[in-house]
């Protein structure tokens, strides 16, 4: 996998969240006009390497970033154990709503559009959090996502949704292609040939971040014009 892009701007930040305060890593390049919220996955964080190297990606193509732990370091602890919390779509999305609100907020952040990129469960995070906030949340890209889990809501979301997945990602392949046809909004669905769930393979997971900042950057940057 491809090493994520050194950054020496990024900052630790305490979001305040649905009643608790959670952990992220803000990055607010110059000139930027739209910023990524990211929501992991099943049992990952704020540290995955693989969303790091795509925010990296982002913000090389000028994009804000905000990783974030949508569970306490309690809840963490917990959800080791029990693996429980990491699937409990209606807490993630309450926290992922939280998080947007709080940008919306900050003098730095609140004149950005804001974008979400979801990773496997994170991704019904997202496109709920699109469905309830569709005023904030401006845009949507799941990798290697499980849409389906959003439910009924997927027929409410109306910020453009982009799925990605893994050619040979094939249960999940279906589910996204279910999924997408419920959509009701500017959708596409992108298929890696030959990646398997994680984009472990070579060239796949710069393949995921170019789609993704092609995506966002059509829908969170103004026009020059």
Same mark, same amino acid.
Request: net charge neutral; glycine share 8%; aromatic share 4%.
């Given at each position: ?98 998080? *947007? ?40 890209? *799941? ?70 900042? *092609? ?11």
């Amino acid at each position: 996998m491809p090493t994520p892009t050194e950054n020496n701007q990024e900052k630790v930040v305490l979001v305040s969240a649905a009643e608790v305060t959670l952990q992220g890593n803000l990055d607010i390049p110059k000139s930027t006009q739209g910023i990524v919220l990211f929501a992991h996955g099943s049992g990952s964080s704020r540290f995955s390497p693989r969303n790091r190297f795509v925010a990296g990606f982002l913000r090389q193509a000028g994009l804000a970033t905000l990783l974030i732990d949508l569970l306490t370091a309690e809840e963490e602890q917990i959800d080791l154990r029990t693996r429980q919390l990491r699937f409990d779509i209606g807490l993630l999305t309450e926290r992922l709503i939280g998080a *947007s609100d709080w940008l919306s907020r900050q003098e730095q952040t609140k004149h950005l559009a804001i974008g979400c990129f979801g990773a496997s469960t994170g991704a019904a995070a997202a496109l709920l959090a699109a469905s309830l906030r569709p005023e904030l949340v401006r845009a949507v890209v *799941s990798r290697g996502g499980r849409p389906d889990l959003a439910g009924d809501n997927l027929g409410k979301v109306r910020a453009p949704t982009l799925l990605i997945v893994g050619g040979n990602d094939l249960q999940v392949l279906t589910l996204n292609r279910q999924a997408l046809a419920q959509l009701n909004c500017e959708k596409k669905l992108d298929i890696i040939p030959g990646a398997t769930h994680l984009f472990e393979e070579a060239g796949a997971l710069t393949e995921v971040a170019r789609l993704a900042a *092609s995506w966002f950057k059509k829908h969170l940057v103004l026009s020059e014009a």
